[in-house]
């Protein structure tokens, strides 16, 4: 796919087993969809399906009943609904870093989670769209919200920051969505070829789009791929700014501040990459994926975490320091209130899960440790909701006056419907896993010392199994 560097200088970088040929990375990963699934998958999906019947129901009684079953109130009118929404779309902030942003920088670690990730970055977004839905109360008239006119031939506010969503949010979900399927065509075709039954060939066939690894196929996959990869990058900036901008053009003391678009960027980035690790580990382990998906991988995922965790704590400084440098006593208030106030638990638990949990990093022993990247993935994914909480209830509960403070409490209802929406992210990608390859079979073998077409002169053999699954270069040798 274009790499630049020669791929025998690969094989220091560790990032497939010394030994693996092109035949065993093809029945790693392709031998995942093959088998039967484990027990534990089946007593995942059980669950995860349970959950989602639950939040059918709860959607319903919802719309029959009205939003007065969420503990919302007048002052925090936004409370987990948007909350949930916001924490979801930063977790589908990794997908396209991964996939997009480190190909276009010729970052060849990617290629063993970036399926993962993109598949992630699909099923979160599409939990974190059902929150706005159903936040307004009357679903059936979400299309008010299209840049088309009503039945009442009135048009949307195109100077509403809720409105940018709906463009930022929805391109995000297309260009994501095309972009991971281009990436499953070739593989798809090898699920196709391996087929023993008439129906599973048939299906993956269909997937495949006629795909036969000819050079003319190979060039037009590499050049859409990079044009997807092009128009994606500038997503990861730009989709997260946008929902910042629900806050920060707003006169609302806490929320109206520049400092968000980054904040809100690398706090997304750094939730999605904890997610990414936290799936990626459970996967490597039941499915055995310990030859492509290595402790390098792994570790470079933890320096990334690392580095936005160190950033978002400079951006929670800062906002106290621009309260206190302002002069403005509203604005001093709310930060005081966030640390000290009602809510003062979760502001401290966000501190202790993005601030201090990821400084672990600093230390190989802790970047290398697969138990302790695991409990502080999912530290870093409880402190992130923590955040998006402490930003929008903390800065509504106590607002210019006092006449109208009041608290949130959560209901039941708010506490079925966000674990519905995990029930739902997990059924997805818990089907994915059993259906779909879950490693890039062909972008792993592009950056193995074997697919350089140089390698293998003297006293080496190259592995010809799936050779339509590399370069064509390779093809051709």
């Known amino acids: 796919m274009g790499w630049n560097k020669p791929i025998?200088?690969?094989?220091?970088?560790?990032?497939?087993?010394?030994?693996?040929?092109?035949?065993?990375?093809?029945?790693?990963?392709?031998?995942?969809?093959e088998r039967k699934a484990p027990r534990l998958w089946w007593i995942l999906f059980a669950i995860s399906t349970s959950t989602t019947g639950v939040l059918g129901a709860t959607i319903g009684y919802l719309l029959w009943t009205g939003v007065g079953i969420w503990g919302n109130n007048s002052p925090v009118a936004w409370a987990w609904d948007i909350t949930n929404f916001v924490w979801w779309i930063g977790i589908g902030h990794a997908g396209?870093?991964?996939?997009?942003?480190?190909?276009?920088?010729?970052?060849?670690?990617?290629?063993?989670?970036?399926?993962?990730?993109?598949?992630?970055?699909?099923?979160?977004?599409?939990?974190?769209?059902?929150?706005?839905?159903?936040?307004a109360g009357r679903p059936w008239f979400l299309y008010f919200s299209l840049p088309i006119p009503n039945q009442m031939n009135m048009w949307p506010n195109f100077k509403s920051p809720l409105l940018w969503d709906v463009f930022a949010v929805s391109t995000y979900f297309t260009v994501s969505?095309?972009?991971?399927?281009?990436?499953?065509?070739?593989?798809?075709a090898t699920l196709r070829d391996r087929a023993k039954n008439k129906i599973r060939k048939w299906i993956y066939g269909f997937a495949a789009l006629g795909w036969r690894g000819s050079n003319r196929h190979w060039s037009n996959y590499e050049r859409s791929y990079l044009i997807l990869a092009a128009l994606?990058?500038?997503?990861?900036?730009?989709?997260?700014?946008?929902?910042?901008?629900?806050?920060?053009?707003?006169?609302?003391?806490?929320?109206?501040?520049?400092?968000?678009?980054?904040?809100?960027?690398?706090?997304?980035?750094?939730?999605?990459?904890?997610?990414?690790?936290?799936?990626?580990?459970i996967a490597r382990t039941v499915y055995g994926l310990h030859d492509v998906v290595r402790i390098k991988h792994l570790e470079l995922m933890n320096k990334i975490m690392l580095t936005t965790g160190s950033i978002v704590g400079y951006a929670y400084a800062m906002e106290f320091f621009i309260a206190w440098y302002s002069g403005n006593p509203y604005e001093r208030f709310v930060f005081i209130n966030r640390a000290m106030g009602d809510y003062w638990w979760a502001y401290w638990s966000m501190i202790t899960c993005n601030v201090i949990s990821p400084q672990f990093f600093w230390f190989k022993k802790?970047?290398?440790?697969?138990?302790?990247?695991?409990?502080i993935s999912i530290v870093i994914n409880i402190g992130m909701w923590f955040e998006r909480f402490v930003i929008i209830v903390t800065s509504l509960h106590h607002d210019y006056l006092p006449s109208a403070w009041g608290n949130f409490s959560p209901t039941l209802f708010d506490i079925l419907i966000f674990a519905g929406s995990l029930g739902l992210f997990f059924t997805?990608?818990?089907?994915?896993?059993?259906?779909?390859?879950?490693?890039?079979?062909?972008?792993?073998?592009?950056?193995?010392?074997?697919?350089?077409?140089?390698w293998g002169h003297d006293d080496h053999h190259v592995d010809q199994d799936d050779v339509m699954t590399a370069e064509p270069a390779l093809a051709e040798e």
């Open 177 to 188: 969505l095309l972009f991971w399927y281009v990436g499953l065509v070739p593989d798809f």
């Open 428 to 454: 997805a990608f818990l089907l994915f896993l059993r259906w779909f390859p879950m490693i890039a079979i062909a972008e792993v073998k592009m950056v193995m010392p074997q697919a350089d077409p140089h």
């Open 8 to 33: 025998h200088d690969l094989n220091e970088r560790h990032l497939v087993s010394e030994g693996t040929s092109f035949s065993e990375v093809t029945d790693i990963v392709a031998g995942v969809t």
């Open 232 to 281: 994606s990058t500038p997503l990861v900036l730009s989709v997260h700014s946008v929902v910042s901008f629900d806050f920060a053009t707003s006169v609302e003391p806490g929320w109206h501040t520049t400092i968000f678009p980054p904040y809100f960027v690398a706090g997304a980035v750094f939730s999605g990459f904890a997610m990414v690790m936290t799936l990626l580990l």
């Open 366 to 375: 802790m970047r290398t440790s697969i138990p302790a990247m695991f409990a």
């Open 96 to 135: 396209t870093l991964i996939s997009a942003v480190l190909y276009l920088f010729r970052q060849y670690w990617r290629t063993a989670i970036n399926r993962f990730s993109e598949a992630m970055t699909i099923f979160a977004v599409i939990c974190a769209l059902m929150f706005p839905t159903i936040h």
